[in-house]
């Protein structure tokens, strides 16, 4: 019977082609909006709409491009992406580590850009608490997947 359950993984199925999936080694940084329930559980829709999903439209790119200041990022030596979801805010980049264990650096990174995310969401009045991990990582447009993941959320969750 065990046999069976391991030729059936054998045989699961390809993912459709027009799913793409990105090996990265870098940075990855998680950010959680702290009293998000409360913040939808006391206001109106409204406000909702004109306020938190204004803020959550534009909040990651205005940290990735620094305000604004460089809309293509080509002031950095790596693109920092992002996405938003629900009360969940995700950077990444690629960074590549040199055989002597250091991270090149030409221009805002991650951790600049993350502390502008900060900085807007604190001027906004929305409270942020995130961790950024280092490593090898999966991404698509469905999901993430890798220790740096991981090590992000528990220590986002361990910052009280």
Same mark, same amino acid.
């Given at each position: 019977?065990?046999?069976?359950?391991?030729?059936?993984?054998? !045989?699961?199925?390809?993912?459709?082609?027009?799913?793409?999936?990105?090996?990265?080694?870098?940075?990855?940084?998680?950010?959680?909006?702290?009293?998000?329930?409360?913040?939808?559980?006391?206001?109106?829709?409204?406000?909702?709409?004109?306020?938190?999903?204004?803020?959550?439209?534009?909040?990651?790119?205005?940290?990735?491009?620094?305000?604004?200041?460089?809309?293509?990022?080509?002031?950095?030596?790596?693109?920092? !992406?992002?996405?938003?979801?629900?009360?969940?805010?995700?950077?990444?980049?690629?960074?590549?580590?040199?055989?002597?264990?250091?991270?090149?650096?030409?221009?805002?990174?991650?951790?600049?850009?993350?502390?502008?995310?900060?900085?807007?969401?604190?001027?906004?009045?929305?409270?942020?608490?995130?961790?950024?991990?280092?490593?090898?990582?999966?991404?698509?447009?469905?999901?993430?997947?890798?220790?740096?993941?991981?090590?992000?959320?528990?220590?986002?969750?361990?910052?009280?």
């Amino acid at each position: 019977m065990q046999q069976d359950n391991l030729s059936f993984i054998a !045989k699961t199925p390809e993912p459709p082609s027009t799913i793409s999936r990105e090996k990265i080694s870098g940075f990855f940084a998680l950010f959680d909006i702290l009293g998000f329930k409360e913040i939808l559980k006391n206001n109106d829709l409204e406000y909702l709409e004109n306020i938190i999903a204004n803020l959550l439209d534009t909040l990651d790119s205005e940290a990735v491009t620094i305000g604004g200041l460089d809309p293509d990022q080509v002031l950095s030596m790596g693109k920092t !992406k992002s996405i938003v979801f629900s009360d969940t805010i995700i950077l990444y980049e690629d960074a590549r580590q040199m055989n002597d264990g250091t991270i090149p650096c030409i221009g805002p990174s991650i951790i600049p850009k993350s502390s502008i995310l900060l900085r807007l969401a604190f001027e906004a009045g929305i409270p942020l608490r995130g961790a950024i991990s280092y490593g090898d990582y999966l991404i698509s447009e469905k999901y993430f997947l890798g220790q740096p993941i991981v090590e992000a959320y528990s220590a986002e969750r361990n910052c009280n």
